[in-house]
């Protein structure tokens, strides 16, 4: 092997704003910097179970991508190639499709693969790379729960959908004297309730990483209500951890109600049945995972675009980028999966919530 | 009475942006042009009840209010002062209010009132106008469904924010093969999902207006699909129209699910479950009554506070101000109210949005 | 000539946006309502210069362009295929380039061509439908002066950008006590400075209709701070009509700095000079031209592209698209050109915004 | 003195998106975690000369304030009242005010006073501190060039702003074959033009830390031409470090020409003349001062709020809050001030921009 290299980028999983920034900046280092051939893997890894559909990315084929969200290499929901779900005599079956892959691999003469994606992808890089192929990672989570990396690309501009939403909702609370609840991502972290609750300037937040209790937030809205602040915007996760005095109806909700929605519903229901006030809900779902990426997401979707070739261009394999304060660096993908971030109830967030009056139900 | 007249403002109903813009104008108008009096009655017509709520509104006041959502004057949900719900001997009895406004209106010094309001709105102020109030009426529907005016402020802006919605959804359904739901406002005309529909690009748009059939959106959705566009987004008014296979479980829907997200939710269901493809459902809510207003709005709001103080100026009252084609015209509140305007779905607008090959269901 | 067409489409002049959205509703209506085919011509007429750099616009090859600022067809500089500069032996002569435009339009077999462009892209385009090319025009012009339409595209879009500038700069002047002036697009026409003036609450609004003292702007700011008013908004077309007081500095202001910026920085000095106060100046430049059009401008321009292809199927030809009242109409090219439509310095716009206190220097 | 005390806050300097985030925090923390009262000092430390114009913040003075621009406190550009410009007997003189200061702060009963401000305004507190008033100093700069924090508010909104213009310069560029020049700020540190460079895709950055050859800049521009990339994006601080080719003209520009825009439109000329290429120039100016901070912005202006009150409760004086990787930490102002942060040429941004072809000029 020369020094001139083919390189592939694939995405995997949900959307998130940046992804194409990524695939921009790989695809430019590698031409610009070293003169590699980079290929678009399509639809996740089906693009190497079905190389045909595959193609190169050249200057032209990247050109324009950096603000928009999508990815232009697509993704793929039938998941894991491990077990992948084939249609076989009219019936589905599981296959492990690694042998196809590495060889697919072979045939397009791929040196190394970028593999952008959240935890799942992640462990399918892993495993591929333990079976030989050449992987490097780029950690992709929207919720920022990735313990891995201090924030990865998609969660600023998930935060401006989220705090452009409770800006427009406050002036009408406060007009017409209501309780605005706005459910936003978070099955098992909190940090945009959090963060978007503190950007947005939300009276009560309700997260996974707290347990509230119902009957503590309807005082709390009842005694901003008597000092004559008549209406209060409750920003709440996908995921809550409501105390004894709401959990049954939660998983009666859950179960009755399957769809995004269940957590804001209920928790507007319970507050216009025991306050009489005014309510109205909002389900944000899949908005906050499109839109133009932020300036922040694109320099961090650039700055990992550009070390993961780097990291190829080293040598070091089975390695994902993170970012570590203010530096990029490399990590195991071994360590890195896994390991989940979640809100610290003690930590310095909550506590600048709490002392700036945020209800957090508890 | 002499030149110097005192008048009133007052905002009713549900939220609009442009509510501000519209007060300010009337004021600086009042003040600098005529210097009368400008009083801000609050919540609705209830500063006419409990006069002590209500204040002078001063150039100071307004200061800075042009670009906000909302209304500093506020809104009351107690409705209708003809028949009032009030608390006596703790019960809820309804009270006819008007001999009390008429009075305290009096003892306001009010020469004339601005009312500022939707259909329900006008109305009341049609009623004390007969009963002697000088009344001046500024229509305020954020549908865009009555039918003495071209347009109201508030639509703008919320296309806008259904526009901006739609548009973040695009690229997640184009990378991820989705079909996205967008479930916006619209009870009994579809001018916002026509409107943002084809601002947004949407494939499918299902209106009050027009009957659909929920199999024939999935066969446009599958031809997509066969001609390799693997995704489509569909706008749904919150009032919808379905044809025989879906309305029995969209009556069974609405009771079972009272809330804002009935139609977008049965949509979403029933195109996942004929299609077999992965959807996802926004209800979008209370957001589209936000925000910053629009220029187009802001500049609408401006120009209807300022003719609402002209009317009052030449002493027609019992009259609201109306954009009729470029121009900004008085008609009889009488006329005004009641009459809906709903789309045409013979009309130009559709015609269009079919030329362009969206699918309405029919 | 059987019923299925080739038909062209051309944009020239400056950027608009929208651009991409009559395009996109063009090409589809041709192809989806009638079956026809559609070629892009590129970069102006150019394409029909050199004819093999035009290529057919496929359903593919327009998705996702709604919104979009620019053109995928691009424009040209070259200008006026009457008088092309073309470089022959190394010197630059002009040709008329006509004859082979007519020639490359049958060799692509146009059977009709679709002209988006300005006052001066409409009239080559009425040459050429003289000359026997068989043409529809769809009128652009950002600074809405085209008299024979209500309103273009691309205008309700600069007017967000203006006003979004205006609302970013008022709470700094307001802050900081200064005179904050803002320079828009308008050298013929005050459209732009009115109306986004309107829209961001300015307090001084100078447009070439309108002839201004700089000695009464300064008497006006000075009033306002002895009010406690200490910081004033001032909106400034490119092009403005100073009075004998400063007519002679802002000639010599043009011819020194030719650039784009002399209105706004020579009334910046003078305000600064005269009235002591800190004074800052914003060049807005072409920042108004881009951006995605708003949803407005994508309305107006999907409408367009869709009559425009009405007109082509009715065989009206050297007929160009109009906004008249709320209705698209159809109007000679040879009486849409050349008549300007000037803001009237009596009319309701500048009535109402005298009416909530702006100054005009007047 | 008992445990309730009396804190009082200033804004100093130019305006910064997050101003009025902070003060809100800080006010909400001291009466809700502390009891205490607190009031803002208006126009800077003027509030301490006159101290009558100071006020009580309450609960209901700063409610609304976390997403607006500017600041509720005003600020002042007569300086450092330690060298005060007074006018007496028709004379400005100089005077050291610092003893009325004291002597005020006394008198309001402040216990502690937070300073929000820059460099110079930092310097002013120590020299207060240093003379026994209890301050703490909350850093304030928009170009991100103080080396005692990570970052500060105003700079990610700043961001937006210049890379929001930057995408509504591409498309224009790109369809009408243009250069586009965006003068930005940062006279003595290039982040902002770094970063929002490699927000918008820029192909070039003109920094102070970056001498450039204009030669380069014009060869680089023809060979994307050549390659057919017949558009560029130029993004210049407004300090330019010119080599020889062209730094006589830019003094002379300097000199000649002493307002903003001067770095934009010398690069803009030279790139005219040397390319042949249409160019223009956008000057942002003050617009990125202002606007609704980031949610980052008011997150990191909350954080910073709440520490400096934490600051007081502990009694450590003479500091500053500052963002260390993750951390809000206390630093002495002693220490911060004068240390500025530059980019560093041989850095990581600079490096990650370099790798995906983006030129300096050197």
């Known amino acids: 092997m020369t020094d001139t290299k083919t390189i592939g980028i694939s995405t995997g999983g949900g959307d998130c704003p940046g992804l194409n920034a990524v695939i921009r900046a790989a695809t430019r280092a590698a031409i610009l910097q070293y003169g ?11 693009g190497l179970i079905w190389p045909e559909r595959s193609r190169e990315l050249t200057m032209d084929s990247i050109s324009g991508i950096l603000p928009r969200g999508g990815t232009i290499l697509g993704t793929t929901n039938r998941g894991n190639p491990l077990r992948y ?13 690694t042998p196809q892959i590495m060889e697919n ?25 333990r079976r030989g192929l050449k992987v490097v990672g780029v950690p992709k989570t929207i ?35 209501r309780i605005m609840v706005v459910e936003v991502m978070g099955r098992d972290a909190g940090w945009i309730a ?24 309807c005082d709390f809205i009842l005694q901003r209500d008597h000092r004559g602040r008549k209406f209060t ?35 507007g229901d319970a507050l216009g049945m025991h306050t009489k006030k005014d309510v109205r809900v909002t389900v944000l779902g899949h908005v906050q995972r499109g839109g133009s990426p932020s300036p922040f997401d694109r320099i961090l979707s650039t700055r990992f675009g550009v070390e993961a070739v780097e990291l190829i261009a080293r040598g070091e394999f089975g390695k994902m980028v993170a970012l570590r304060g203010r530096r990029v660096e490399a990590v195991d993908i071994a360590e890195a999966c896994g390991a989940m971030k979640r809100v610290n109830p003690g930590g310095e967030m909550v506590r600048i919530a709490r002392a700036i009056g945020v209800c957090f139900g508890d």
């Open 143 to 177: 919720d920022n729960d990735l313990s891995a990396t201090d924030v990865t690309f998609g969660f600023d501009t998930a935060l401006h959908t989220c705090t452009d939403a409770i800006d427009k909702l406050f002036s009408t609370a406060e007009s017409h004297h």
């Open 36 to 46: 590699w051939r980079v290929i678009g893997i399509t639809d996740g890894l089906d």
């Open 85 to 97: 779900k084939v249609t076989e005599n009219g019936c589905e079956v599981v296959r492990d499709l």
């Open 233 to 267: 915007i409750v920003v709440v996760a996908e995921g809550i951890r409501p105390g004894s005095d709401l959990r049954a109806s939660y998983e009666q909700e859950k179960r009755m109600y399957p769809r995004a929605g269940a957590a804001g519903n209920l928790i």
């Open 194 to 217: 959090l963060q978007a609750g503190l950007a947005g300037g939300a009276h009560v937040i309700l997260i996974p990483e707290i347990q509230f209790n119902i009957r503590k937030v």
């Open 105 to 129: 691999a072979r045939k397009l003469g791929l040196d190394a693969v970028i593999i952008i994606g959240g935890d799942g992808t992640q462990a399918i890089g892993l495993e591929l790379f």
